[in-house]
Nanobody, 123 residues
Framework: QVQLVESGGGLVQPGGSLRLSCVAS????????MGWYRQAPGKQREPVAT???????NYADSVQGRFTISRDTAKNTVYLQMSSLKPEDTAIYYC?????????????????WGQGTQVTVSS
């Protein structure tokens, strides 16, 4: 229905920056709630940041002031700008988008996840 493709992960040094992108593909997509989640080795997946269709954002305390979530509705894309990265930010990052899209016979609700992108912060 709606597929999400993530990009932008990689290896960076502590204090560095990285920008993740998540592009949604489908028909007549309307993104309502978008978010980034991460899962570190041996830990549960946790929310990092969310943004609504009207631009309301929420951040985990651990990333507040360092990460910025944004979206480009015209491009069906969600971004996560990560700055002042720390080793504890190392994780697989997943994007999630909830909204509506055109199905075979009409608009349908979707809740899609990206494939995950590895972010490694290390010297």
């Amino acid at each position: 229905q709606v597929q999400l493709v993530e990009s932008g992960g990689g290896l960076v040094q502590p204090g560095g920056s990285l920008r993740l992108s998540c592009v949604a593909s489908g028909s007549a997509i309307s993104m309502n709630v978008m978010g980034w989640y991460r899962q570190a080795p041996g830990k549960q997946r946790e929310p990092v940041a969310t943004i609504t269709n009207i631009g309301i954002t929420n951040y985990a305390d651990s990333v507040q002031g360092r990460f910025t979530i944004s979206r480009d509705t015209a491009k069906n894309t969600v971004y996560l700008q990560m700055s002042s990265l720390k080793p504890e930010d190392t994780a697989i990052y997943y994007c999630n988008i909830r909204g509506t899209a055109m199905g075979d016979i009409g608009l349908r609700i979707f809740d899609s996840w990206g494939q995950g992108t590895q972010v490694t912060v290390s010297s």
